[in-house]
């Protein structure tokens, strides 16, 4: 296999050149060789006989060509490196023999593609073969239309490579080729000689084919664009010289506009070259012509700086001149401007010398040496300036002079004032002029930090006080920009002193603008020079502005020099916490309460937190009520919207009231497996204590606990703090109260449910009437009847108690009484156990009344019995949760009676009037005989519409009766009859499908897949229940009693065992409150996996504590270490007389130093927040 491919190798090197198979590149022609085997030959051939194949076409060779195909018809379609098959070779090289022979060959391909999707006449026009190209015309005309991959037809490869001849070859089908055919961007041929600048092959196109060349493409370009951008002279003379001949004078071809407006003579200034220049001049066009931005080709040359076009266009048309010096663009620029914006000094000095004007103005007002100098043309402003330049009328629109824009593009004033020294007094004319902002060089200085423009200002006479149309200095302006070195400079000049009070338009001095950024070293300086605490028009200080924006350093900087602005108020009554909680700047309201700032309210009656519960601030809020030393007074403090600051965070921020809640619970350090190991909760946030009331100005019992359920906040109820104080609540008292009233009610239903069960016995003495003596003798010997007489009167006492207690809280709530179902429930019980009473106790001979009586007493006493379990927390969540699914299940079927109506009137408009000829027989008891009766399928529960609703909820449950309803009938029915069964059995089928099936799986559905939703519920609504039962008791109990059993923190030791009676303990594992925080019941792994992860959290918190603060320790050690060497490098400099960079630059607080400190301050405003 090495040797053949060896041997392959080498003949290929006969076809190709030599340089393929020498050097490191031979094994990828052994590659591709061997992927071209694979691709095209399906069995392994000889590669020699290929190329051997190719060699003869392009020789002409018939025989050999002939021999070698007859051996192998596959060797037609093998292609070379380049994709190309024998057929382009003939092309190629113009065999018409080889063409021939070809085409005589059956199923053969005319139109092959190669590499690069030239067919084979692009192959033909590529190479100039005129004989191939009329062959394939002739033969294959569609070839005229094919297009590569560079999207060229023949037409436009033979333009482009200017093949003249394959031009003319293509010219004698000229009938069979559209000439305006597009390529690439829309360009015809004609576009593609003009950018090539293929003179010869535009002519054949123009003179032979009749090209138009007004013709534009996609862009919107004509010919004479093409070849004017791209600088193609020769294709553009022949362009003109033709359309001339047809009687298309040149001067309107110098008049095409492009897309963009552009002449052709603009077209060739792009280009830059001169001689399409100079044929566009000599062919008529105008250097005055504008495009769509009015600017003329003297300003495209003028912004390239094009003096030799400059020059020969005002040499070609000296006439135009003037007009083209004083014409303006869209922007109102002469062509002066044009060169001076781009720095064209030789150029510059050419169009003064020319005529141009100086003092011209674009449309923002600025003359040429006002615009040089606003682009940093500083040779153009130089030159400018001994030419002449009027320095006392430059102003732009903007009021601004030349020293203004030198200052604001950061030129040198120093070599300026050097290079026009003979113009030095008009120079110095421009210090303290004011542009229409009011601000004068020096303003514009100091705000850049320009130390070495400021030097040279001051030390040519500037003032340091001129203020602008804010009242605002220079030095106002540095301090804003924390431009530290500037401020430095301007208070060490000779007016220093004078502005360093100095206020501005809304009565801030240096010292506020600079609080309100944050520039500590600018505060410090500015301190340490002797500024003064002075109040701004709103009578702030600039610790307000500091904690406005959340600059602790800048505080700190401030209260160590002036200790008693921390509680300063405003006009409004405002101090810095009250910024600080309206910006939301949790870390300076921490630094704040740190300093024992006063939490007060200002001039519309709110303190700080009133505003963070405004905006809905909830990080300064947390940062507040959590603070370590004065979490206490915040949480007591009044605000104006809330009734107390509880019911805000509760209402507005929940989980800020979480975070609170997290705090009550404290647990101990010792490992967690200790029997000495315990849990403290504590209450002082949900209750209100001596001294301490969180809920001010309310006797309300349960207080917090009862905005929680107002607004209904169920996460905050089900907390855990919540939950242990409604259990201490209940194990304090809640407990014996409804384990008393439940054994009153137990004892109720005893006696309820004996004497309905007496009603039930054949006893006539009990319909008889009985006297006083006779009921108290029954209770000393009692019989049957006298026993049922006692029941009745017990049962119709716990009525009248009931119902005197109901009438009184009817009385208490009005209207909100009757929108309570349970209170109407009652009534009912109570009204059905007094008449079920009063019947045994009076001659009612009516059995039925009674006995309707006791089962509604009976039911409802019961029923009542299930829902009185709902106040006890073990087995409540699971009636409520019972009462959530009744509730669903309810308005489920109100919505699908729909349905339950419909099938119940089809069933009964088709059952209830048929009967069978079937004899069914009835046998009389009191006479002994036998009579037969037709059967009526109205018997089967459909004879009125009212049973027949009953019967179908009753299929619903799956009593359908099919054989004897449905299937029976179908075989003892008439014809007439008949119909009505099948159609009624078709109606059963559909009511299977609806009812039995889809709803009932609807059902489950919803039971099982939202019992999550009502799990939640069920829990909001018990805990709710809890709180007013709570609430309720303690309306009603003593405040002796209260004070006695409340308790404002308990501790839980989880691992000790309980003690005491085991009476008691199962009563409480039975009514207590669960173990759980109120989310339900875990399983023995998630709890033991919850504790896991909760003792591995706890023990590496405080090595998270440690590592934060070393982490702390490093930047501040890093900040001061950097501050030490930038201190040491300044000293550096200045002994070693260095020019720094420093010295003429003040970048301000934006350094390295300054961005490391910053960094330790934003650790330090925000660890608090981190930590938690």
Not at 454 to 478: C, D, R, T, Y
Not at 770 to 796: G, K
Not at 955 to 974: A, C, I, K, V, W
Not at 984 to 1002: E, W
């Amino acid at each position: 296999m090495k040797r053949r491919l060896l041997r392959e190798v080498s003949f290929s090197s006969r076809i190709y050149p030599p340089k393929i198979i020498t050097g490191p590149k031979v094994l990828l022609n052994v590659a591709k060789i061997l992927e071209l085997k694979k691709r095209f030959i399906p069995h392994p051939i000889d590669l020699r006989c290929f190329y051997e194949l190719i060699e003869a076409a392009e020789k002409g060779n018939m025989a050999e060509f002939q021999r070698l195909l007859a051996a192998d018809e596959r060797r037609l379609q093998f292609r070379d490196s380049r994709g190309r098959q024998a057929i382009h070779h003939a092309a190629a090289h113009n065999r018409i023999n080889i063409l021939e022979f070809i085409l005589n060959r059956p199923n053969v391909d005319l139109r092959p593609l190669d590499n690069e999707g030239n067919t084979p006449l692009h192959s033909a026009c590529i190479n100039g073969a005129a004989q191939a190209i009329a062959f394939f015309i002739n033969n294959d005309p569609e070839q005229l239309q094919c297009f590569n991959k560079e999207h060229q037809s023949p037409l436009h490869v033979a333009t482009q490579l200017n093949k003249v001849a394959s031009l003319k070859a293509l010219c004698n089908f000229k009938d069979k080729i559209d000439v305006e055919q597009r390529s690439k961007h829309g360009r015809t041929a004609l576009h593609i000689a003009c950018i090539s600048d293929n003179a010869e092959a535009a002519l054949v196109l123009l003179r032979d084919f009749a090209a138009s060349p007004k013709t534009t493409c996609d862009n919107g370009f004509y010919p004479i664009h093409e070849a004017a951008k791209n600088a193609s002279a020769n294709a553009m003379r022949v362009l003109l010289e033709f359309c001339e001949s047809i009687g298309i004078p040149r001067a309107d071809m110098m008049k095409l506009f492009d897309a963009d407006g552009n002449v052709p003579l603009h077209s060739a200034v792009h280009a830059g070259d001169l001689k399409a220049v100079e044929l566009c001049l000599e062919s008529g066009a105008l250097i005055s012509t504008q495009q769509h931005d009015l600017s003329t080709p003297v300003h495209l040359a003028c912004s390239q700086g094009a003096i030799d076009i400059v020059k020969l266009m005002f040499r070609c048309q000296p006439d135009q001149k003037m007009g083209c010096l004083t014409c303006a663009d869209a922007q109102n620029m002469t062509p002066l401007h044009c060169a001076a914006m781009f720095d064209h000094v030789e150029l510059v000095n050419f169009l003064v010398d020319e005529g141009a004007s100086l003092n011209a103005t674009d449309k923002e007002g600025r003359s040429v040496v006002l615009l040089a100098a606003a682009r940093s043309a500083w040779k153009t402003v130089t030159s400018v300036l001994k030419l002449g330049a009027d320095l006392g009328l430059q102003r732009d629109n903007q009021g601004r002079n030349l020293l203004h824009h030198i200052v604001l593009s950061s030129g040198s004033i120093e070599e300026f004032t050097t290079s026009i020294n003979d113009r030095l007094e008009d120079f110095i004319q421009l210090l303290n002029e004011r542009d229409s902002y009011g601000c004068t060089a020096l303003h514009y200085a100091a705000r850049n930090g320009q130390l070495k423009s400021i030097q040279s200002l001051i030390a040519l006479g500037a003032s340091v006080n001129l203020k602008n149309n804010e009242n605002q200095s220079p030095l106002h302006f540095a301090a804003m920009f924390g431009r530290f070195n500037t401020v430095r400079h301007l208070l060490d000049s000779k007016k220093g002193h004078l502005i360093i009070n100095e206020m501005d338009g809304m009565g801030k001095t240096p010292l506020h603008l600079a609080s309100q950024c944050g520039h500590v070293r600018v505060v410090h300086l500015l301190l340490v020079k002797g500024a003064l605490l002075h109040r701004d028009h709103k009578g702030r200080t600039p610790l307000h502005y500091a904690s406005m924006n959340g600059y602790n350093n800048t505080m700190d900087q401030l209260l160590a020099v002036h200790s008693h602005l921390l509680d300063q108020t405003d006009r409004d009554g405002n101090t810095a916490l009250h910024m600080a909680a309206m910006k939301n700047r949790s870390s300076t309201a921490i630094n704040l309460l740190n300093l024992n700032c006063k939490i007060i309210k200002n001039g519309l009656d709110m303190t700080p937190m009133d505003y963070a519960l405004h905006y809905k601030h909830s990080e300064v809020a947390m940062a507040m009520v959590i603070h370590p030393s004065r979490s206490d007074e915040v949480m007591t403090c009044q605000v104006k919207t809330y009734s107390c600051l509880v019911e805000g965070l509760i209402a507005v921020m929940p989980e800020v009231m979480t975070t609170v809640l997290d705090r009550g619970i404290s647990k101990s350090k010792m490992s967690h497996d200790s029997d000495e190991y315990f849990v403290k909760y504590s209450f002082t946030c949900l209750q209100n204590s001596e001294g301490a009331d969180v809920v001010p100005m309310t006797d309300e019992p349960l207080p917090v606990m009862n905005i929680m359920v107002r607004y209904g906040r169920e996460e905050l109820l089900s907390h855990p703090l919540s939950v242990k104080y409604l259990e201490t609540k209940w194990n304090a008292y809640g407990i014996y109260f409804h384990i008393l009233n439940l054994m009153v009610y137990t004892v109720f239903l005893c006696f309820l449910t004996l004497n309905a069960v007496q009603l039930m016995q054949d006893n006539k003495k009990r319909h008889q009437g009985i006297s006083s003596f006779e009921v108290a003798d029954a209770f000393v010997r009692p019989s049957l009847a006298t026993l049922s007489s006692m029941t009745s009167v017990v049962v119709l006492s716990f009525v009248l108690v009931n119902v005197v207690k109901e009438a009184f809280q009817l009385i208490q709530q009005r209207t909100k009484y009757f929108v309570d179902v349970m209170n109407i429930l009652e009534w009912t019980l109570y009204l059905a156990a007094g008449l079920m009473a009063l019947s045994q106790l009076t001659r009612i001979e009516e059995k039925s009344y009674q006995n309707i009586v006791a089962a509604v007493a009976v039911f409802l006493a019961w029923f009542n019995y299930l829902l009185f379990l709902q106040r006890f927390n073990r087995v409540g969540l699971y009636v409520v949760m019972f009462l959530e699914i009744l509730s669903t299940l309810l308005r489920v079927v109100m919505v699908f009676s729909v349905l339950i109506i419909a099938f119940g009137l089809s069933f009964h408009i088709l059952l209830a009037r048929v009967d069978l000829t079937v004899q069914q027989p009835i046998f009389d008891h009191r006479t002994g005989n036998v009579t037969f009766k037709p059967i009526s399928l109205g018997d089967k529960g459909f004879h009125t519409p009212l049973v027949s609703l009953i019967r179908v909820g009753t299929m619903m449950l799956g009593e359908l009766d099919f054989l004897g309803t449905y299937l029976r009938p179908l075989r003892n029915l008439e014809n007439s009859t008949w119909y009505q069964i099948v159609a009624a059995t078709l109606f059963l089928v559909a009511f299977i499908i609806l009812m039995p099936i889809l709803l009932m799986n609807l059902l489950i559905g919803l039971a099982v897949g939202d019992i999550e939703t009502v799990r939640r519920n069920a829990q909001l609504k018990r805990l709710t229940m809890q709180v007013r039962l709570h609430t309720d008791l303690e309306r009603k109990l003593p405040k002796r009693i209260l004070d006695s059993v409340d308790r404002t923190e308990v501790s839980i030791h989880p691992n000790q065992k309980g003690t005491g009676n085991i009476f008691w303990r199962t009563i409480k594992r039975w009514f207590g409150s669960p173990r759980n925080n109120g989310n339900g019941v875990q399983s023995r792994n998630s709890k033991n996996l919850h504790k896991s992860f909760t003792q591995f959290i706890e023990s590496n918190i405080n090595d998270i504590h440690q590592q934060l603060g070393r982490q702390k320790d490093k930047i501040r050690e890093i900040s001061r270490n950097m501050e030490m060497q930038v201190t040491l490098l300044r000293l550096l400099v200045s002994k070693m007389e260095i020019k720094s960079e420093a010295e003429e630059l003040d970048e301000g607080e934006f350094n390295s130093a300054s961005l490391a400190r910053d960094t330790a301050e934003q650790v330090d405003g925000d660890s608090a927040t981190d930590i938690k």
